[in-house]
Nanobody, 122 residues
Framework: QVHLVESGGGLVQAGGSLRLSCAAS????????MGWYRQAPGKQRDMVAA???????NYADDVKGRFTISRDNAKNTVYLQMNSLKPEDTAVYYC????????????????WGQGTQVTVSS
């Protein structure tokens, strides 16, 4: 079982930056693939960025070059640095964890945080 707690959300003006953090409980954090998802009102939850235990990353097209996902396995924490924020980035951001094999074969993350609100004003 993995318990995830996000922090770092808030209100920021367009063009600004925020860094989200996700602290994970449990052992063998480095074995989990970690992801950040977001959900805007009335829309589905979409993947923003993901990172493997070894540090390989992938991003949604609309955040490439603006967002950076990273992880510190010693601190059981994953981060999402968000720069050049746009009003359309406004959403609840969720941290997710999954066993690498399961994510690779099914796309499913088994553990989710409670979410943190990010609001970007124009």
């Amino acid at each position: 079982q993995v318990h995830l707690v996000e922090s770092g959300g808030g209100l920021v003006q367009a063009g600004g930056s925020l860094r989200l953090s996700c602290a994970a409980s449990g052992n063998v954090f480095s074995m989990y693939r970690m992801g950040w998802y977001r959900q805007a009102p009335g829309k589905q939850r979409d993947m923003v960025a993901a990172i493997s235990g070894g540090g390989s990353t992938n991003y949604a097209d609309d955040v490439k070059g603006r967002f950076t996902i990273s992880r510190d396995n010693a601190k059981n924490t994953v981060y999402l640095q968000m720069n050049s924020l746009k009003p359309e980035d406004t959403a609840v951001y969720y941290c997710a964890a999954g066993h690498a094999v399961v994510v690779a074969s099914t796309g499913r993350y088994d553990y989710w945080g409670q979410g943190t609100q990010v609001t970007v004003s124009s």
